[in-house]
Every structure is written in C-alpha cells, then in structure tokens.
C-alpha cells in the first residue's frame, strides 16, 4: 500500500471514531476480552495462593538511599521501591517465615543516580552481597535452599548482571549468589546470560498518575501514522555509531526522517503522551536494553507497539497476547518498516486497538499507589504462585553447598 492510499486508510479510521459518540466507542473498544488462557491468567487473583516474608534490612540498604534522591520514585527502574512498599501492606505478607512460600529482601540496587537521573551499577553487586551475608547470617532460610525460594527485584538494563552496556553485562554475567533464586527484571532476551529460566519479566515503572493527567478524550481521531520520540544515536557512549540499539534507532531515522507517515524525532515535547493517543503506531526499539517504557506508554495509550528487538522476553507474556496488539519487525527488517506497516489491513489495526483498549490490560502494566486488582505488583505475585510448590530438590542437604562466594569480578568482593 502506497502513502496516499494509506493516506486515505487514516481518514477512514478517523472518520470511524469520528462518528460515533465517545460512549459507544468506549463499549465498542471494550468489546474484545483477551481469550484462551492468557485471558485467565491476566485475570487471576493471587491472594491466598501464596505466602511471602519480607526481611527486615538495615535502613541503609533501602530507605535511606531513597531519602538520600527522591527521583528513584520517579525514573522507570521504581519498580524495587514499589514492591517493598507493596508487600508491606499486601494480603499475601506473612509475619512468620516458616510459614512462608518466598522469601523477599528489599534491596535498592538502582538508586545510585548520575546528576542525569541515570543508575550507576557499579556498587550494586557489592550491596547485594552484603544484604545477602546478612540474611544469611541472622536467619536460616537462605542456608536451606541457597536462594531457591527467594526473589529479588533487580531493574538494571541488563538485570543481576548489574552494567548498563551489553558487551560488560555478558562479561559479568548474573551475581553469582543470584543464581539460584528467583529473578524479578525488566530485562528479558531469550538466550542471553543475563536472563536465567524461571526469571520474571515485568514491565518498566512508568508513573500513573502523570499518564492519567495526560488522557485526552478516547474518540480522538488518531492522525499520526507512525510516532517515536527519542535517540537515534548515543554519541557520549557509541561516538563510531552502529553499537547502540544495534543499529536499529540508526536505521529508523536514516530511511524514516523525511517519511511523511513517521513522525520521529529526538525532541521530547510536552505533548508527547497527547502525540502517541493521536498515534495508530508507535516505535518500540531497542536501545542498550531491549526495553523501554514506550511498551507500557503503548498499551496504556492505545497506541499499537511496533516491536524492535531481536528475542525480547516481554512482561507477562503468559498472560499478554503480545502477539496479538503489537506488530513485531526484525531488526534487519527496520529499512521496509513503512512496506511492513502500510501492509496491515485496517481491520487487524482495529482489532490490535480494541484489544489495547481491555482496562485488564492496561492494568497490568502499571504499579498503581495505592494497588489495584490485576495491576503489575497481582501480575508479580501470580508469576510466584505458579511457580510453586518448591520442588524438593531445592533443599539442600546438611552441610551441602553449591553457590561459590569468592566467584565473580574482585571488585564485586570488596565491602560494601
């Protein structure tokens, strides 16, 4: 399809929403509940399927940090922060460890900030190990399983492997003292070092309450084709070009920029959560992770994610059809991505964006204060209830030990 015929296709959709009354709209969008399992899942309730026990750490290795910069409660690594908070209140606590399916240690790895509100990794290990010596010390339960019945949050670009640029990340590899015990990130990449089997993959924190001030009326005519704010190139990191994002953001901007159905650019305006509601595609590339908070802002806003990330893991994806509301494109591929679109029927547009528009959906991706039912933090405890109960094999005979305290980088050794 041609850019005036697609031309054309936008003024048919618009004039579909155009239409109707935003009532009807919103009964027509909320028409289409997710079917088959991932429907279920994403509806479970985990109260009463499992039992978790927060440790209780020095406040150094949590509160005061946050008390030290506030803007960790805002940048899209928060959701550590929110968990501990979550747990604290939430029906599935449990006072008593014995009676407890997991075990949670609240640990604030990412929030050692650059003045560019960017985390700094580099004392992340040696904290972790620190808050791991302790609650090996003081209680039991960590001895009896090595971690197999513990998780962690750890939000980093690359997860437990605790660097932002890939290359490093592999090299580390994930903490050794981490090996065993359940993996709450961001990260997901099928076959990588930095993504263990039975890790949870979980959206990035994307603030609430900003994007809810942000709504516009939901029968706007969407007029942008194909929206995308950010970098295409990382200079200060990647000066000789074509290692950041693989070269995928590269790409986009070389062949897109003067594309009159891409609306791309670095500027980030004010209007940018207005600009991706008035969107009937938005660019999800890779950058130094394969994440981004544009996937969250995406559903939320109703705007179809156009996947660019070779083997992403994507949040819940046993309970988001991913499949079925994105548009995935390999990243070889970026250079068609106008062909690749343009070549959509509108009526599998109109079906992706009544499936975005399903409230469970959008509840998912979010870390709501206070909580609600089916948000990220039911979505998290869901993911924990299904993997138990604990095989017996993850208990470890008297004396038995099997993780290596001295291995990993020196630097990870020193104290913390």
């Known amino acids: 399809m041609n850019i005036s015929m697609w031309v054309s296709v936008l003024v048919l959709l618009s004039a579909f929403t155009s239409r109707i009354g935003a009532d009807e ?25 499992l039992k978790v026990f927060v440790y209780e750490l020095p406040s150094k290795y949590n509160k005061k940090i946050l008390q030290k910069d506030p803007r960790c409660l805002t940048h899209m690594f928060a ?53 791991i010596q302790l609650i090996s010390s003081n209680w039991p339960y960590w001895n009896r399983t090595e971690g197999a019945d513990h998780f ?49 993959t979980i959206p990035p924190y994307a603030p609430p309450q900003k994007m809810q001030a942000h709504l516009i009326p939901p029968d706007t005519p969407r007029s942008i084709f194909v929206y995308f704010r950010g970098l295409f190139y990382d200079v200060g990191n990647d000066p000789e070009g074509g290692y950041y994002a693989r070269g995928a953001r590269a790409a986009v901007w070389e062949n897109f920029k003067d594309n009159p159905l891409f609306d791309i650019s670095t500027e980030h305006p004010t209007t940018y959560y207005e600009d991706m509601q008035r969107a009937v595609f938005c660019l999800c590339p890779l950058g130094w992770a394969p994440w981004s908070p544009r996937l969250v802002e995406g559903v939320i806003f109703g705007c179809i994610p156009v996947i660019i990330a070779d083997d992403i893991v994507l949040p819940f994806a046993d309970a988001i059809p991913w499949e079925d509301i994105g548009v995935f494109v390999a990243e070889k591929d970026v250079p068609n991505l106008d062909t690749i ?30 909580a609600q039912p089916g948000d990220a933090f039911h979505q998290i405890l869901n993911g924990l209830a299904r993997k138990l109960p604990h095989d017996k094999s993850v208990y470890l005979k008297p004396g038995e030990k099997i993780l290596n305290w001295t291995a990993g980088p020196v630097g990870d050794l020193k104290p913390w």
Not at 95 to 124: H, I, M, Q, R
Not at 344 to 367: D, T
């Open 25 to 49: 709209l919103h009964q027509i969008q909320l028409t289409e509940r997710i079917s088959g399992s991932a429907g279920d899942v994403l509806e479970d309730d985990p109260v009463g399927r």
């Open 79 to 131: 959701a550590e922060i929110f968990m501990h908070r979550f747990l604290m209140s939430s029906p599935v606590r449990t006072l008593n460890p014995e009676e407890a399916d997991w075990l949670y240690t609240p640990v604030y790895t990412t929030c050692d900030l650059t003045p560019n509100g960017l985390p700094l990794p580099f004392k992340s290990p040696r904290m972790m190990r620190s808050a």
């Open 152 to 200: 962690f949050v750890v939000p980093h670009d690359f997860g437990a492997c605790f660097h932002y640029q890939e290359e490093k990340a592999i090299e580390r590899g994930i903490l050794p003292l981490l090996q065993r015990a359940t993996l709450v990130q961001t990260f997901g990449q099928r076959n990588h070092v930095c993504l263990n089997e039975g890790s949870i």
């Open 341 to 370: 679109l343009t070549s959509i029927p509108p009526e599998v547009i109109l079906r992706k964006q009544r499936l975005l528009a399903n409230p469970s959906m959008k509840q998912a991706m979010l870390f709501p204060q206070p």
